[in-house]
């Protein structure tokens, strides 16, 4: 909690500071007139027993005045921090997408703690905007408490006690928000499951299969459920912390009798005025106030210390381990590697000629280590991978060459481990054992994110951005969003020219149903804009084509990989790129200069078509038969 108040004065002091002192001063003078009005009362009192009515008259005033300030200072200091509150949840925001995509690998996202810790996160955002208030007031009503104390000290000693009353209903508000945080955090898979279904309940992409299969009523009813089970969590978890907190209220308000009855003793055994009577009444009442006030604050935040724990726990979930090798060095062929045995699959004429791979001489080094042109290729030493915190082995001990400039085309059945294996090469994640060399550097040896920005692909399940036609195609390389020179070439050589030209808003007409008017497009349209966002890369290294063709037909795929093909050719003869294709259609797969065939994560195979269908294996047989299905 205190975490949290510090957390937000920080992020408060390094976004506005001017702001965060005026209101913290304004809400100062309102705090202090709180408890002098009860001191200006009690003297009130007195004067007007007294009859000095001038001296009456101006306590009066006094009093009004403390009032007022006690009203409106908290007013005009809200002024300043609600607009500070809004930036600071405006920066956590920023903050947790940009922790979402922190890492360069994705494996995050396969752990079921980020995932959760993001729905906690972004659900507790909503509340954020709260803390900088809470802190704020929360401070204010500490110097209060500590006024009001010592004045009711020296009115009677054993008033002195009364904040330490206010310690039972501390401690059991504690533990009631324990219980209620407790219960949200064991409800946060529910969530999820509840989130994700309404979402596949109301949204435009998956309504086709929703309405055609009728599968409203069970989506909701699942929904019904999850979401029963949470709220039945949460309420019970509410009653719970709702009579803790009571119990604790009750218990000061023992106390608070208690403090009363004891200056209303000393009235009447004549040791204490009329006048300490009222300052006491009115003083005693505030201490209720103000601890009543402070435990609400004090829940808010630790509310929002979950939040700040959890913005903790996701930035050191993505804080990387230092690598040990210095970035972009080659490592000499050959070099012992934990997991790594070093054997190629050297037996086939494709990678015989290439089964060596020396450090680089004189080449260009671009940044991050990465070459500015590739050399010899990418290869694949004994990678073994599986995706984290499960034990099954999805690529296992795989060892491939892939000169520079060649195409790689990879084939196998469902699941065979495909889409893993180009996204280890695009670095999306690790080798768990074994490595992959770029033009002899290992890739995690290399700048992520500078091996990334030189990779262009388009994968099954492309992005589809409900914004402009410009950003669909401009986030490819975010250089050229506002250059449309460079929109348009890129469209070209998608073939997506025409698609842009019939629309109203031309570049900048919106897509999709989602928010705003936009427009709708075709499964083929969307997947030509998505060709157009990788073919705007500049000097890639590396081009994957991943199944994006799965929806077409054999004459649509074979247009979209020529289309492909074309910049492919440019990337390899300019910079050596290595291009690689996935693909179930074995005639689009036919011309790649090297066909690797992967079969439960193991290759099986791999050479040209011409070598493959020569062995008579696992290649020659599918060939045949699709080859037989379109005959
Ligand atoms: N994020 C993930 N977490 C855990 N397992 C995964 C993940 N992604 C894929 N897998 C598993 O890895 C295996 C290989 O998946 P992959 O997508 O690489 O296969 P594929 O050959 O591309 O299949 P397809 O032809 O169906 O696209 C599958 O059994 C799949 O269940």
């Known amino acids: 909690m205190l975490r949290a108040a510090r957390f937000f004065l920080v992020l408060g002091y390094r976004t506005d500071r001017r702001r965060l002192l005026t209101a913290a001063i304004l809400m100062t003078i309102g705090y202090l007139a709180g408890p002098l009005v009860g001191v200006a009362l009690g003297a009130l009192t007195n004067a007007a027993l007294d009859q000095q009515t001038s001296l009456a008259v101006s306590l009066g005033v006094c009093v009004a005045t403390l009032l007022i300030f006690e009203l409106m200072m908290g007013h005009f200091a809200h002024l300043y921090y609600f607009e500070l509150a809004d930036l600071q949840q405006l920066e956590l925001t920023d903050e947790v997408a940009r ?6 690998q994705i494996d995050q996202f396969d752990r079921p703690r980020f995932a959760e810790l993001l729905t906690l996160v972004t659900e507790g955002l909503q509340r954020v905007r709260s803390a900088l208030e809470a802190t704020l007031q929360l401070s204010g009503l500490l110097l209060q408490v500590t006024i009001t104390t010592v004045i009711l000290a020296m009115v009677e000693p054993w008033l002195l006690l009364l904040p330490l009353a206010a310690l039972p209903p501390v401690l059991l508000n504690n533990t009631a928000q324990k219980v209620l945080d407790s219960a949200r955090d064991a409800s946060a898979h529910e969530v999820q499951l509840s989130t994700h279904l309404v979402s596949l309940a109301t949204t435009g992409s998956s309504a086709k299969e929703v309405r055609l299969f009728g599968a409203q009523a069970p989506i909701v009813a699942r929904q019904r459920a999850a979401w029963s089970a949470t709220t039945a969590r949460v309420w019970s978890a509410h009653r719970r912390s709702a009579l803790l907190r009571a119990a604790g209220q009750a218990w000061f308000a023992c106390a608070y009798g208690v403090a009363v009855f004891l200056v209303v003793r000393q009235a009447v ?30 829940g808010t935040l630790q509310g929002v210390g979950r939040t700040v724990s959890h913005v903790e726990e996701l930035r050191a979930a993505v804080a990387r381990p ?22 190629l699959v050297g037996e086939d004429p494709a990678t015989a000629s290439s089964g060596t791979v020396t450090a680089p001489v004189g080449e260009p080094v671009g940044s991050g280590g990465v070459p500015a042109r590739l050399t010899r290729g990418v290869r694949f030493e004994d990678v073994t991978f599986a995706y984290p915190d499960t034990d099954r082995v999805i690529l296992d001990g795989v060892s491939l060459d892939v000169p520079a400039g060649s195409t790689l085309a990879v084939v196998g059945d469902n ?46 399940d492309f992005a589809r951005f409900e914004l402009t036609i410009r950003e669909n195609v401009g986030v490819g390389r975010l250089a050229s969003l506002d250059v449309d020179e460079d929109l348009w070439a890129a469209l070209d050589r998608a073939r997506g020219r025409g698609i842009v030209e019939k629309q109203a808003g031309g570049l900048d007409q919106l897509l999709g149903h989602g928010y705003g008017n936009g427009v709708g ?21 590396l ?19 020529e289309r492909f093909v074309a910049t492919a050719d440019e990337a390899g003869r300019a910079g050596g790129a290595i291009t690689c294709f996935v693909s179930h ?12 065939v992967l079969d439960a994560g193991k290759v099986r195979e791999h050479g040209d078509h011409a070598a493959l269908m020569a062995r008579g294996d696992l290649y020659a047989e599918l060939f045949g038969l699709q080859a037989g299905a379109y005959a």
């Open 521 to 541: 497009l075709s499964g083929g349209q969307w997947q030509t804009l998505g060709l157009g966002r990788t073919l705007l890369r500049r000097e890639p290294l």
């Open 322 to 343: 230092a690598s040990a090798a210095g970035p972009g060095q080659p490592v000499p062929d050959g070099a012992a590697h934990p997991g790594a045995s070093g054997a």
């Open 543 to 561: 081009l994957v084509l991943d199944e994006p063709a799965a929806a077409l037909d054999a004459a649509a795929e074979h247009a979209l990989f």
């Open 269 to 298: 055994t004549g040791s204490a005025n009329v006048g300490q009577v009222v300052l006491v009444i009115t003083l005693a009442v505030q201490v209720s106030v103000q601890v009543s006030g402070a435990l609400a604050l004090l």
């Open 415 to 460: 699941g065979a481990g495909k889409s893993t294996f180009v996204k280890l090469l695009c670095g999306l994640y690790r080798p768990t054992s074994g490595r992959i060399l770029v033009d002899g550097v290992d890739l995690r040896d290399l700048d992520d994110a500078e091996w990334q920005a030189r990779t262009a692909t388009l994968f099954q």
């Open 585 to 596: 259609r074995f005639s689009t797969v036919r011309d790649a200069d090297q066909i690797v």
């Open 99 to 104: 922790l979402a995509h922190g890492n360069p």
